[in-house]
C-alpha cells in the first residue's frame, strides 16, 4: 500500500458545484498535512495547511480525520480557474514530505 | 525576486552521459530539495539540504548526486544518465526543515535515450 493515496480522477464538475476530494495516508505518526496545487506542466504551489481543527480559507476548506487517516479538500462555488492537479503531502518525523499522485479536476462550464 | 530558479529547462541524454541541473534561491531559505515527478506517481524527494554545508539522501537518491554550494545554490549531478531517469525534475526551497516548502522552481524535462 502506498504512504499517500488519492483518487486520480479526473472529477468533471460543473461550474459553481461543490467539489470534494480525499488523501488517504498510512502512517498514523504523521504530523502535518498539506494541500498543493499544480497546474499543467507546471511547479506546485502550496494551497493549504490542514490543522487538526480544519482549515477554510475563502472556497477552500481542508479538514484532517485523524481516526480514519485522511484528509479531505473542499471547493465551493467552483470556477474554471480552479482545474488543476491537486496534491496532498504528508510531513514526517524526519520532516520529509510524503506526496500523493494527485487528483485531477477539471471544472466544466 | 526570483524565487527559485532552475536550468536548463529541457534536455534530451543519451544512456550513460553526465549533467548537472542547476537550482538557485532568492529568498536566504536555509532548506533545499530536489524532487523527481514521474506519471501516475507522487513527488519523490531525491536529495535535501538542511542548511548549508550539509546534504541528506531522500527516498530516491540512487544514480544521483548533490552539492550545495552556498546558501542560495543547490545542485543535482547525474554521473551516468539512465533511462529510468527521464523525469521532471523540480527544486525547491524553505526557510527550515521543518517548514514545508511552498516554493518550487519550474521543473526540468529530462529525458534518456
Known amino acids: 500500500r502506498k504512504e499517500v493515496e488519492q483518487d486520480p480522477g479526473p472529477f468533471n464538475v460543473p461550474e459553481g458545484a461543490t467539489v470534494a476530494f480525499n488523501c488517504t495516508y498510512s502512517?498514523?505518526?504523521?504530523?502535518?498535512f498539506f494541500w498543493y496545487r499544480q497546474d499543467c506542466r507546471k511547479e506546485p504551489k502550496l494551497l493549504m495547511s490542514v490543522y487538526s481543527s480544519g482549515n477554510e480559507d475563502g472556497r477552500f476548506t481542508a479538514q484532517l480525520n485523524r481516526a480514519s487517516q485522511y484528509i479531505s479538500l473542499l471547493i465551493r462555488d467552483s470556477k474554471l480557474s480552479d482545474s488543476a492537479t491537486y496534491l496532498c503531502?504528508?510531513?514526517?518525523?524526519?520532516?520529509?514530505?510524503?506526496w500523493g499522485a494527485g487528483t485531477k479536476l477539471i471544472i466544466k462550464p | 525576486n526570483a524565487g527559485v530558479t532552475q536550468t536548463p529547462k529541457f534536455q534530451v541524454l543519451k544512456t550513460g552521459q553526465s549533467m548537472t541541473l542547476q537550482c538557485a534561491q532568492d529568498m536566504n531559505h536555509n532548506s533545499m530539495y530536489w524532487y523527481r515527478q514521474d506519471p501516475g506517481m507522487g513527488l519523490r524527494l531525491i536529495y535535501y539540504s538542511a542548511s548549508e554545508g550539509t546534504t541528506d539522501k531522500g527516498e530516491v537518491p540512487n544514480g544521483y548526486n548533490v552539492s550545495r554550494l552556498n546558501k542560495r545554490e543547490f545542485s543535482l549531478r547525474l554521473e551516468s544518465a539512465a533511462p529510468s531517469q527521464t523525469s521532471v525534475y523540480f527544486c525547491?526551497?524553505?526557510?527550515?526543515?521543518?517548514?514545508?516548502?511552498?516554493?518550487f522552481g519550474p521543473g526540468t524535462r529530462l529525458l534518456v535515450l
Open positions: 525547491a526551497s524553505s526557510e527550515e526543515l521543518a517548514v514545508p516548502t511552498g516554493y
Open positions: 503531502a504528508v510531513n514526517k518525523l524526519n520532516y520529509q514530505l510524503i
Open positions: 502512517n498514523s505518526a504523521s504530523q502535518s
